[in-house]
């Protein structure tokens, strides 16, 4: 979307500018258009040079998202939270992986940015609605669209603005104008965006679009506007109507609503809106359908960050009263524009900080704001710019404009499905007995087919609230450490309404045992793990089972008290996974729930054959004296943690690979790594059963791992360093 359209005629993705020359300038200049797919390639050959900069890889990263190529996305924006871990980066990174389906790791990167921004409204948003992205695709379809016939290939068309009493309509484009030569816009390079008055056919169709005269366009922007019922008045947003019009301190010429009477479809009496400013925007106006309040687009002073949409209202005497901010149920610290109010007393309007599924999204909410406004779903929203949704007299035909295919184009839209409002159900989970709050406890919603629908967890003051479509049955769950579950039935009303359900949770008067298995690297939880769990002390099995599809194992213990002493031994078996035994020793202070994957290491270690279970294990170097293959008291240590994992996992077969760097001549490195294989060897043999499942093999300087050759007239300009990485040991799994 052209940056007119976005409402300050500069670039809101917080991205800095670059300067011109060559690719880079190229790639700037297609990124500015928002021809994503365009400026990729050139984005990309700028990558690894001198111009290569955080900034590029940001852009790059967008493009790759805008575009939905989200394995490129995903691994950009992986790249970019390392290096740059700015809030953003993690935002966007979160919204990639939830495109992904990667919910998990999605959560861990949105924990993050709103660690680092917990007072942006898109972090409050994301706390209420983890699982917004499937919430989004159950949308029912509400629009069916198809593109219109008056479309330029290089040029911006959006916003059909009808005029009431005639079938006939003003779009906003950047097309060639007649009359302003070849004056053209410094921010893309394309013609300054102006009126063009078109006739609205019943099929949806529109004419070929005829430019209006001055004074209705001037020689800069014009933008989004609304008539009156009666068609006798027109609001429209200006870039620069007058010689007045001057810039804000901030050097930024701001835009302006202005308003002018229609006479025999002539604009006359031109006049400002009494809350413009030189210091802030006002524009996108819409008038409710009653014609006594007007709604627009600002980032005056007091609001949530970004463009904000306000209402002010018309008195009596035609005059407008102080605007006032729609709310947190509507604006975000992100961009709401384009509003449009409905005649079935919905406002429309387009957002980029409220969940979505890419670039601006269309929303909808009650015009009053005190609903939260709903994402009208993938019937009508692409991963592109949707935005400048407007309707006809019969509320149900319409339009909006979408850059899905590179650029701003106009598509006719046809309402198949009313839109319906969530419910709101909230409460405070509380201990059942004692009626104190319990906080942080875990909510879950399911419907009636047992699915998920929403999930969060209860505030310090232990209160919960989400919302649910309306006219369906419900569970809402509670769960918290050494409490037992509690559930309640909800049946909801076909409209929206507000329901209060309060959970109590009862102490658990019995002691249990949980484990949780994960793995190591991914931190996922590993199904189909074996568990064997005894009581050391009283030689009894407590658990031997799988574990479940969430990970996890419990079981609840009888014959033990508070103040008993226990002691377990804990043995963890997985495909694919280093077998891992841990001893756990307690004192039982209480009743309920012991976490064991809280208290003890217990992360499972993924390996593979022909891996190296050094590394895997995080082995240090094994050190030898010079010249000599004697186990020192240091390498016995690290020898040692290959002995207790052999010894856990009895069928594994294990290569020992010694080598050395390239000093000293190749017959004396070869003897002295094979002699320092078998001593390695040897000394784990003598510690494991079936002593033949590992064997020590000698490589001295033929497995290099870098240019630090020195045989013959080669001479090493190597650092010690550097050699120090070619002396090594290796444990190769040949077998598991």
């Known amino acids: 979307m052209k940056k007119f359209t976005i409402f300050t005629l500069f670039l809101t993705f917080g991205l800095s500018v670059f300067a011109q020359g060559g690719r880079l300038a190229k790639a700037s200049d297609l990124f500015e258009k928002l021809a994503y797919a365009e400026a990729i390639p050139y984005f990309e050959t700028v990558c690894n040079t001198e111009q290569d900069s955080p900034e590029l890889r940001e852009k790059l990263a967008y493009c790759y998202l805008s575009t939905h190529q989200l394995i490129k996305a995903e691994t950009a924006y992986k790249s970019l939270v390392n290096q740059k871990p700015s809030a953003e980066n993690h935002y966007w990174y979160a919204y990639t992986l939830l495109s992904l389906d990667k919910h998990d790791e999605a959560q861990t990167h949105m924990a993050q940015f709103a660690a680092m921004k917990p007072a942006d409204t898109r972090a409050i948003l994301w706390t209420k609605q983890q699982n917004f992205l499937t919430q989004i695709k159950n949308e029912p ?48 390079n394309d013609y300054y965006l102006e009126l063009f008055a078109v006739r609205i056919n019943e099929d949806g169709t529109l004419t070929l ?8 366009n001037s020689n800069k922007h014009e933008g989004p506007l609304c008539f009156s019922a009666d068609g006798n008045t027109v609001y429209f947003t200006s870039n620069n109507r007058d010689d007045q019009h001057k810039k804000g301190k901030d050097g930024i010429q701001h835009l302006k609503i202005y308003i002018a ?3 025999r479809s002539e604009w006359e009496n031109v006049r400002e809106f009494p809350y413009n400013s030189a210091e802030y925007a006002c524009g996108h106006p819409t008038l409710s359908p009653d014609g006594k309040t007007l709604y627009f687009t600002s980032d005056m002073p007091g609001g949530f960050g970004g463009a904000d949409i306000y209402m002010s209202q018309i008195n009596a005497k035609g005059v407008f009263e102080k605007p006032v901010n729609l709310g947190a149920n509507v604006n975000t610290s992100g961009q709401e524009m384009f509003p449009w109010i409905g005649s079935d007393e919905l406002l429309y309007f387009s957002s980029n900080g409220r969940p979505g599924i890419g670039g601006l999204d269309l929303f909808a909410a009650p015009r009053d704001g005190k609903t939260t406004a709903k994402n009208l779903g993938l019937s009508i929203n692409s991963v592109n710019d949707d935005f400048a949704v407007t309707f006809l007299s019969d509320g149900k035909s319409g339009f909006i404009a979408s850059n899905r295919k590179g650029t701003d184009d106009i598509y006719s839209i046809l309402k198949i499905k009313d839109i319906r409002f969530n419910t709101l159900i909230k409460g405070t989970v509380i201990d059942e007995n004692s009626k104190q709050i319990l906080p942080f406890a875990a909510v879950i919603v399911r419907d009636e087919n047992g699915n998920i629908v929403a999930e969060t967890k209860a505030d310090a003051n232990g209160n919960y609230q989400f919302e649910v479509a309306p006219g369906a049955d419900y569970t809402v769950a509670a769960k918290l450490d050494n409490y037992d579950g509690a559930t309640s039935q909800i049946t909801v009303p076909n409209e929206p309404a507000i329901i209060e359900q309060d959970l109590g949770l009862t102490k658990q008067d019995y002691f249990a045992i949980r484990l949780l298995a994960t793995d190591a690297l991914t931190k996922q939880v590993i199904p189909g793990v074996a568990v064997q769990i005894t009581d050391i002390k009283k030689s009894i099995t407590l658990i ?23 002691k377990l031994n804990i043995e963890l078996t997985a495909p694919g996974y280093l077998k891992k035994s841990v001893q756990f020793k307690s004192i039982i202070n209480e009743l309920g729930v012991i976490q064991l994957h809280e ?77 320092r294989a078998k001593a390695s060897a040897d000394y784990i043999q003598k510690r494991i059963s079936n002593p033949s499942r590992i064997y020590g093999k000698g490589y001295g300087e033929s497995r290099l791992l870098n240019d630090c050759g020195c045989e013959g007239p080669v001479k090493s300009t190597c650092t010690e360093e550097q050699h120090q990485l070619n002396r090594r040991t290796e444990f190769i799994i040949i077998k598991m």
């Open 209 to 216: 679009p005829s430019q209006l005269e001055n004074p209705l």
């Open 141 to 188: 379809a509400y629009f069916q669209w198809k593109e219109v016939n008056i479309n330029t290939e290089d040029h911006a068309e959006f916003g059909v603005y009808p005029y009431p009493l005639k079938n006939t309509g003003v779009i906003v484009s950047s097309r060639k104008k007649k009359g302003f030569g070849d004056l053209r816009w410094a921010g893309n």
């Open 544 to 566: 031997n089972e799988t574990t479940s599809s969430k990970g996890d194992v419990k079981k609840e213990l009888k014959g033990y008290q508070v103040g008993d002493e226990i």
């Open 599 to 675: 208290k003890l290491n217990i992360e499972l270690q993924a390996v593979t054959l022909g891996g190296d279970l050094a590394k895997t294990l995080e082995i240090k170097p094994i050190y030898f004296d010079l010249g000599k293959y004697n186990i020192r008291k240091d390498a016995a240590l690290e020898l040692d943690k290959i002995v207790k994992v052999m010894n856990e996992n009895p069928t594994m077969v294990i290569e020992l690979g010694s080598h050395t760097d390239c000093r000293s001549s190749v017959q004396f490195n070869q003897i002295l790594s094979t002699n």
């Open 261 to 263: 009477d229609v006479v």
